[in-house]
């Protein structure tokens, strides 16, 4: 009887699990063979309760999963014989073309996992030497695995036999909690992989080449690819059938076009309709969402699991399929029901689908592969809904327009009434701050849910096909699920409490005070409005808004591993693709909900460290993920993280070569979002165009390092107008005499008359205290960044000194 499908992905899942037992006992006088191909077998024998439990033969699975070495020819026992064996061993030789360990399986312990940036070549530079620590200090708690704040590549990582060892515990723990559940094939698979996640993210899949892809990433992609390969050859195959290559497989890569004008198309961003703020990060969440949708809908049509989801970066996904007829019928199907799907929503939203067909052998050029995917991909954007064949089809009914988003009609014909997804938006975004999944349903999925074509979303994952953990929750789970940060954060009371010191009832009362308060009960966790956040800034009452983007990232995929040596294998690209979502997903809401842990790391203080912790948790994100974001909150506690984040992505990533752009901008609460968006990506765009790695603000493009350092200028600033060292007056004085001669169409010459004019100004401030002048001689310097820089820092501290009504500043 030919095995169910998904028997022959768990079996490529498992194959190379003998690596980590093989480490974590190394050296250990044990009987019998101590291959890793042997661990495979033994680790299979020891839970095969836990397998026959979902109806997979154990004798089969520790075969299937170790026999997968065509090359051993001394180590008969562990060539591959069935059809079974040769799948796996073949996805195995597909996912990466790294050295093997040879006969032996000899893989000390001591040589650490690189980070997957160690051997990208961006920018005519690789990145620094560093490995991951598998066991390490993370708040003063030794922990072993995958965490938030983990994934740091260190010059001295801490790797031996003992990490091994607490990781092999840890694995072993998870499997005998999925051993006391009810468990389906798809949940084992599910389970399975969420504990490889953690255990085996920060462990290399092969030491005696280049050690950057870890054992995680390995097995993931070696499952996909048997799973495709087993359905493309029907389930039945014949030994030759498999090894005969051919186009057995498709590369579909799927992307949201509009999504920024989708997102930010509020028309009540003015008057609040709908409740922007809530409304906003649902909307964010939806357009998360339908890509997954689009992607698990084609997955599960198919017969495959998640773990074919290969890649995804820059907002897109990229599924591995086998190329059959059912799979092409699949692909043009959804094609036109999700473009059906956006119409009917206004077409602000459009879904885009592209694939090639390729064979085994181009796993050798996978990005020549993605390229060609790119190329389609291109085209099929010529033509977004071209299953229409009459104009007619996309008219609708006149109706009145729904009072938030202006683009559908609204359900009822009178003033301020919604359109029936901006009313599940303000349901969803209500219950945001108060979940911890998203569960994908095909049917019975709980309200408020939104409906796409093939699955329906909700905020719950209970009795659901599918689940997203917003946390790094490895736990095993009855519902098949995967750790996969998509909530975002909004911003409660009971951050603005903490960050304020007040009581509910006085928080309230301060509101109400303020003009802030909006007809809601007074609960914690209310969502703040973008009022109450421009409120919480120190000094100006302003919004603060963030958009950084991933320098050379296209580069990276499309180039990075080509040099000298080709190592741009599929197992590469997608660690390189997983590591960045870690850090735009996962480290980028740590640093947002959690700072401490990032105190040591980043060098605060104590004092820093808890000023940190009160502040950044009333920083909401409109958006992370991929290799950007877009982020809104009190402008100086959002400007202050923006320069820790860039700092933590340095040490993420330890290569020269990978920056941040972006643009920070102040704002009034009411400014339209799509104007406030289409601002952002202007100065995001400048940034780059001035060299790459700068934040746009205050009107310039500033280096991250020279930002950091201006930073003290500010903080020196503060003091000497608090001091009344320096008088308002005076500053104003410098940015009207920097505005007048600091032009770029002003030659050298005509630049430097400033100088006697500010050395003229400066009399003043020598007469309330010479030391202070002294500090600020720096300024007649042309070349000091001081000067270069000069609206920057001074309208930096000019803000955060600047006075509310009636002389008094916020707390």
């Given amino acids: 009887m030919a095995p169910n499908a998904k028997d022959l992905a768990l079996a490529a899942l498992l194959h190379d699990v003998g690596k980590l037992l093989s480490r974590a006992r190394w050296g250990e006088r044990e009987e019998g063979d101590r291959t890793h191909t042997a661990y495979t077998a033994r680790f299979v024998r020891a839970h095969a309760g836990l397998f026959r439990g979902v109806g997979v033969d154990p004798e089969w699975l520790e075969k299937t999963a170790s026999r997968h070495h065509e090359g051993w020819r001394h180590r008969p026992e562990y060539q591959p014989k069935t059809p079974e064996e040769w799948c796996v061993a073949l996805a195995d030789t597909y996912a990466s073309k790294e050295r093997e360990e040879g006969e032996g399986g000899q893989s000390p312990p001591e040589v650490p996992l690189n980070a997957p940036f160690r051997r990208l070549r961006v920018g005519e530079r690789e990145g620094e030497e560093g490995g991951y620590s598998p066991v390490y200090a993370l708040n003063g708690r030794t922990e072993a695995g995958l965490r938030t704040g983990a994934l740091y590549p260190e010059e001295r990582p801490h790797i031996s036999k003992d990490a091994y060892g607490r990781l092999l515990e840890r694995l072993e723990a998870r499997l005998a909690e999925m051993a006391r559940l009810r468990l389906s094939r798809e949940a084992l698979l599910a389970n399975l992989a969420l504990a490889f996640q953690e255990t085996l993210s920060l462990v290399p899949a092969d030491t005696q080449s280049e050690p950057d892809v870890s054992l995680y990433d390995h097995l993931r992609l070696s499952a996909a690819i048997a799973h495709a390969l087993w359905l493309y050859h029907g389930g039945g195959p014949t030994v030759e059938a498999l090894r005969q290559d051919g186009e057995k497989f498709l590369l579909v890569v799927g992307d949201m076009g509009g999504i920024q004008g989708h997102i930010y198309r509020i028309a009540g961003a003015e008057t609040g309709v709908g409740g922007i703020a809530k409304r906003l990060r649902a909307r964010s969440l939806e357009v998360s969402l339908a890509g997954e949708a689009m992607a698990l809908g084609l997955l599960f049509r198919l017969g495959l699991t998640p773990l074919n989801r290969i890649l995804g970066a820059g907002g897109k996904f990229y599924l591995l399929l086998p190329h059959t007829e059912e799979a092409l019928r699949a692909l043009e199907e959804a094609r036109e ?54 104009t007619v089809e996309t008219l609708r009914e006149p109706l009145r327009p729904c009072a938030a988003c202006g683009l559908l009609p609204a359900k009822e014909d009178e003033p301020g009434s919604l359109c029936g997804a901006c009313e599940r938006e303000k349901a969803l975004g209500g219950l945001l701050p108060k979940r911890d999944q998203v569960g994908f349903f095909q049917e019975g999925a709980p309200t408020p849910f939104l ?37 975002g954060h909004l911003p409660r009371v009971a951050e603005a409490l903490r960050a304020t010191g007040k009581t509910l009832e006085q928080y309230e009362a301060w509101a109400k005070g303020e003009g802030l308060w909006e007809e809601e009960e007074a609960h914690p966790e209310r969502v703040l409005t973008f009022g109450e956040l421009a409120a919480l800034s120190e000094g100006a009452p302003y919004l603060g808004a963030l958009m950084l983007d991933a320098d050379r990232m296209g580069e990276a995929f499309a180039k990075g591993f080509k040099g000298e040596r080709d190592l741009a294998t599929p197992s590469r690209l997608a660690a390189l693709s997983r590591t960045l979502e870690v850090f735009f997903s996962g480290e980028v809401l740590g640093l947002i909900q959690t700072p401490k842990l990032y105190a040591q790391r980043l060098g605060w203080d104590g004092l820093e460290a808890e000023a940190k912790a009160r502040r950044y948790p009333l920083i909401y994100s409109v958006y992370s993920g991929g290799d950007d974001l877009f982020l809104l909150g009190p402008w100086d506690a959002l400007l202050d993280f923006a320069l820790d984040l860039e700092r933590l992505y340095r040490l993420f990533t330890r290569h020269p070569g990978l920056t941040l752009s972006g643009g920070f901008l102040l704002s009034g609460p009411s400014l339209p979002l799509p104007s406030l968006a289409e601002a952002l990506t202007r100065a995001e765009k400048t940034a780059k165009e001035a060299g ?79 030391a202070t002048w002294r500090r600020y001689l720096r300024l007649l310097d042309h070349q000091d960044p001081l000067w270069q820089h000069l609206p920057v820092w ?16 916020n707390e």
Wanted: charged share 35%; hydrophobic share 40%.
């Fill in 451 to 487: 409906p796409f074509p093939s699955l329906k979303a909700a905020l719950e994952g209970e009795g659901a096909a599918h689940a997203y953990r917003a946390r790094l929750d490895f736990s095993p789970s009855e519902t098949p699920s995967e750790a996969k940060p998509l909530l």
């Fill in 337 to 390: 029901a999700w473009g059906r799907w956006a119409l009917a929503r206004g077409g602000s939203l459009v879904p885009h689908l592209a694939w090639v067909a390729f064979r085994g052998a181009d796993f050798r050029d996978f990005a020549g592969v993605l390229a060609r995917a790119h190329r389609e991909l291109a085209r099929a954007k010529l033509t977004p809904f071209s299953f229409l064949k009459r």
């Fill in 794 to 809: 001074v309208q930096w501290g000019l803000y955060l000194e600047r006075k509310r009504k009636g002389g008094e500043k």
């Fill in 692 to 770: 790459r790695g700068r934040l746009f603000l205050f009107g310039q493009a500033v280096e991250w390092e020279t930002l950091r350092a201006l930073r003290g200028a500010v903080e020196d600033l503060r003091r000497d107008l608090k001091a009344e060292r320096l008088s308002r007056a005076q500053v104003y004085r410098w940015l009207f005499l920097w505005r007048k001669f600091w032009k770029e169409e002003e030659d050298e010459g005509g630049r430097m008359r400033y100088k006697p004019l500010l050395a003229y100004a400066l009399r003043r401030v020598r007469e309330r205290d010479e």
